[in-house]
T-cell receptor, first 116, second 113 residues
Framework: DQQVKQNSPSLSVQEGRISILNCDYTNSMFDYFLWYKKYPAEGPTFLISISSIKDKNEDGRFTVFLNKSAKHLSLHIAPSQPGDSAVYFCAASGGGYNTNAGKSTFGDGTTLTVKP | DSGVTQTPKHLITATGQRVTLRCSPRSGDLSVYWYQQSLDQGLQFLIQYYNGEERAKGNILERFSAQQFPDLHSELNLSSLELGDSALYFC????????????FGDGTRLSIL
């Protein structure tokens, strides 16, 4: 049972437009969500996160939205740049300092291609 | 540069063999995590250590084991290797085991022939 799902394996957008990457989760115990970006031959790099007590978090061109009732989060990149082309992973973890904390569950990733 | 160092970068071995993957966490980080990424899949959480103690276990096979040493580096031991163990193995670290971003190494690519 995959608890974190990224249903779109790939997404292609034009430079300057908005990229929207989606992620769904099933475990209501998750209370912390993260997005990572991964370039080929490198490890994932943290991008942005959101706690379940918020519904939006912004950092420059990156905004993450959380809809707890729908168990859905999305990452918006605006405007998109060719350097944003990478694999984006959604991850979820739960519970402060309990045994679920830090135990991130990852989605399978979405490959974003930004065309010049 | 994440500050997390994984060695070796590539490892090629045969079925039935045993290998050890090494990870040095970012300076100051006490928590270490191991993940497996098979072809075109997401990262599967294997195991987490915090300050030398096992903290959480994921889908780690019995043939696999790990430990975190007093200097905080960690090793992942894979034994009786099978073709299906071919994957990228990532190590990540964080300051503590609470909810916070993890810093990943560049991975060890394990190929079983």
């Amino acid at each position: 049972d995959q608890q974190v799902k990224q249903n779109s394996p790939s997404l292609s957008v034009q430079e300057g437009r908005i990229s929207i990457l989606n992620c769904d989760y099933t475990n209501s115990m998750f209370d912390y969500f993260l997005w990572y970006k991964k370039y080929p031959a490198e490890g994932p790099t943290f991008l942005i996160s959101i706690s379940s007590i918020k519904d939006k978090n912004e950092d420059g061109r990156f905004t993450v939205f959380l809809n707890k009732s729908a168990k859905h989060l999305s990452l918006h990149i605006a405007p998109s740049q060719p350097g944003d082309s990478a694999v984006y992973f959604c991850a979820a973890s739960g519970g402060g300092y309990n045994t679920n904390a830090g135990k991130s569950t990852f989605g399978d990733g979405t490959t974003l291609t930004v065309k010049p | 540069d994440s500050g997390v160092t994984q060695t070796p970068k590539h490892l090629i071995t045969a079925t039935g063999q045993r290998v050890t993957l090494r990870c040095s966490p970012r300076s100051g980080d006490l928590s270490v995590y191991w993940y497996q990424q098979s072809l075109d899949q997401g990262l599967q959480f294997l195991i987490q250590y915090y300050n030398g103690e096992e903290r959480a276990k994921g889908n780690i096979l019995e043939r696999f084991s790990a430990q975190q040493f007093p200097d905080l580096h960690s090793e992942l031991n894979l034994s009786s290797l099978e073709l299906g163990d071919s994957a990228l193995y990532f190590c990540a670290s964080s300051v503590d085991p609470s909810n916070q971003p993890q810093h990943f190494g560049d991975g060890t690519r394990l190929s079983i022939l």
